[in-house]
Structures are given as C-alpha cells and as structure tokens.
C-alpha cells in the first residue's frame, strides 16, 4: 500500500515492450500455484429436497430493465387489469425484451425502483395480486415443434421475453440467430457452485421439459447434436 502508484504513458506506446511484457507474464503465470481453493460442495443440504411453489405475493414490483439493453416500454397504464403472463411492456430495439405479468391483479403505479443489480431509480410496473392468478388468453400452446420453421421458434422466444438468468439477462432471441453454422449444442447443468442444487433438481423433476427445450434450440440453430452437460456429482441427475 506504501508503493507510489505508477502511470503508463499511453501517448508513447511501444508495441514490442507490451507484446514482451505479456508473454513474460505467460511465462510464469503458473508460478507457486498449486491448484487454488476447491471449497466442499456441500450439495447435500438440498439435493434430495423437492422444488416448492413460492408462496403468492399480494403484490409485485416488475421492473422494465429484465435484461441488458433498453429497458422495455410500458404498453398498460395505472388502473389497467392484467392476467398471468399478458404482455405488460414491449421491447424497445433489437437488444432489448418484452416483459410479461406473473400475476393477475391490477396495475397499481408506474414509477422507479430499486432494482436487485442496477441500483435505484429503475422504472418499474407495480401489480397488486387478486390471488387469483388468471392465465392469459395469450399462453396457449404455438404448435408442434416439428411444424414450427426455425424463425417461428425464434420469434416465440423474442415475444415471450426470454432472457438468460445470469447477471446480464441477455436475450435469448439474440443468441438464436448466430449467423454462423453450429456444430452442438451444450446444455450446461453442471452447476459447480457449492450449495445450489436448482439445476439438479430441474433435471431431476422436468426432464421432459429439458430435452424439449434442447430439442428446439437445435431446430433454430440448425445444430445436428445437443448435449446435455452434468457433473458427476449429480449421476441420479
């Protein structure tokens, strides 16, 4: 901490000092490295525990910013009734997703939020539940898999806002059209985290459900094979 900071003077760059500076450090990046930390997994707390409905909410706080890219524009307005999974704000650009009610009830405000991992000030829609949990004239089934063209899956995706679960939220649509040939696809149900079991018992409870999903992402990308990925210690799995 006592070291005074030192600055690189960029206006003078010397492509050869960086290029042998990197492979310097590549030389010895594995010095006195041993293998790291590998901590217990301790899967044991709740692999064997069933999935559970969470409990109904008397109200929900629905930010318009799922996902990276523009947050999506509100389509109903204060006082408007929404079922489940009606369309409540549409998606504004290509990196961007529609965003759909989890509840039936009725729009109570539109206003900012704090959101889990962008911070405060995220607008968001706010329904309070009639506990009711109405599904929409809209959730019905598309078709069968085999009659649906690659495009039509994509458009599926891209309609019922489906985004990646990390921390970006990056549309699925997106990730659908490649532009490129794919070899395989990889479902990754590793999960090598210690404690979580929620990939596990999804391949334990929905499997049917699992394959299907595979099944048509290789339809919209064109892949000839699927994989899917699960470490060994998950074998019922």
Same mark, same amino acid.
């Given at each position: 901490?006592?070291?005074?900071?030192?600055?690189?003077?960029?206006?003078?760059?010397?492509?050869?000092?960086? =290029?042998?500076?990197?492979?310097?450090?590549?030389?010895? !990046?594995?010095?006195?490295?041993?293998?790291?930390?590998?901590?217990?997994? !301790?899967?044991?707390?709740?692999?064997?525990?069933?999935?559970?409905?969470?409990?109904?909410?008397?109200?929900?706080?629905?930010?318009?910013?799922?996902?990276?890219?523009?947050?999506?524009?509100?389509?109903?307005?204060?006082?408007?009734?929404?079922?489940?999974?009606?369309?409540?704000?549409?998606? +504004?650009?290509?990196?961007?997703?529609?965003?759909?009610?989890?509840?039936?009830?009725?729009?109570?405000?539109?206003?900012?939020?704090?959101?889990?991992?962008?911070?405060?000030?995220?607008?968001?829609?706010?329904? !309070?539940?009639?506990?009711? +949990?109405?599904? +929409?004239?809209?959730?019905?089934?598309?078709?069968?898999?085999?009659?649906? #063209?690659?495009?039509?899956?994509?458009?599926?995706?891209?309609?019922?806002?489906? #985004?990646?679960?990390?921390?970006?939220?990056?549309? #699925?649509?997106?990730?659908?059209?490649?532009?490129?040939?794919?070899?395989?696809?990889?479902?990754?149900?590793?999960?090598?985290?210690?404690?979580?079991?929620?990939?596990? !018992?999804?391949?334990?409870?929905?499997? +049917?459900?699992?394959?299907?999903?595979?099944?048509?992402?290789?339809?919209?990308? =064109?892949?000839?094979?699927?994989?899917?990925?699960?470490?060994?210690?998950?074998?019922?799995?």
């Amino acid at each position: 901490l006592a070291q005074p900071v030192q600055y690189r003077d960029y206006s003078r760059i010397s492509h050869k000092e960086i =290029n042998d500076y990197v492979k310097n450090l590549r030389e010895r !990046r594995f010095s006195g490295y041993y293998g790291g930390v590998h901590p217990s997994e !301790r899967k044991e707390i709740t692999e064997d525990i069933p999935l559970a409905k969470f409990p109904e909410p008397e109200q929900v706080i629905i930010p318009l910013s799922m996902h990276v890219g523009k947050p999506a524009v509100p389509i109903v307005k204060v006082g408007d009734h929404v079922n489940v999974g009606q369309k409540i704000a549409e998606q +504004d650009g290509f990196i961007s997703c529609c965003i759909h009610s989890s509840v039936s009830g009725t729009v109570t405000a539109i206003e900012p939020h704090t959101h889990p991992n962008k911070g405060p000030g995220v607008m968001s829609i706010v329904i !309070r539940s009639d506990g009711n +949990d109405t599904p +929409d004239e809209s959730v019905k089934p598309a078709g069968k898999l085999e009659d649906l #063209t690659p495009d039509e899956i994509v458009e599926i995706v891209k309609e019922k806002g489906i #985004t990646g679960m990390g921390g970006a939220g990056f549309p #699925t649509y997106v990730k659908l059209k490649p532009n490129k040939p794919i070899d395989a696809v990889l479902l990754n149900g590793c999960e090598c985290e210690p404690v979580l079991t929620a990939d596990h !018992r999804v391949l334990l409870e929905y499997p +049917d459900s699992v394959i299907f999903g595979l099944q048509a992402i290789m339809k919209a990308v =064109n892949a000839p094979k699927g994989y899917i990925v699960i470490e060994d210690n998950k074998p019922d799995a």
